[in-house]
């Protein structure tokens, strides 16, 4: 059994920012990719943000020069720094976590519960 838990969202005021975190727990051999998505209200989930095990990051161009992604492969964590949100960033926020639970089993995408973000004034 494998678990996401992420952290609370909240609301923010535009050019604020906010920290999420989402922790893997479970049956886990190995973590080998992170990563974020969000989903307004009436659009498609959209990718966001990607980490991999070795520290590669690349970003959606909404969001890049605002947002961090970064993790600890200790803790099977990984976490978004959102900063200069603005109203457009509005949206439930998901990780999805790229995970090998044991030396015979494949690579498996787990998702977190999602977590809302609300940027207003």
């Known amino acids: 059994q494998v678990q996401l838990v992420e952290s609370e969202g909240g609301l923010v005021q535009p050019g604020g920012s906010l920290r999420l975190s989402c922790a893997a727990s479970?049956?886990?051999?190995?973590?080998?990719?992170m990563g974020w998505y969000r989903q307004a209200p009436g659009k498609q989930r959209e990718w966001v943000a990607t980490i991999t095990r070795s520290g590669t990051t690349n970003y959606a161009d909404s969001v890049k020069g605002r947002f961090t992604i970064s993790r600890d492969n200790a803790k099977n964590t990984v976490y978004l720094q959102m900063n200069s949100l603005e109203p457009e960033d509005t949206a439930v926020y998901y990780c999805n976590f790229d995970i090998l639970r044991s030396l015979t089993t494949t690579r498996v995408e787990y998702w977190g519960q999602g977590t809302q973000v609300t940027v207003s004034s």
């Open positions: 479970g049956s886990i051999f190995r973590v080998y990719a």
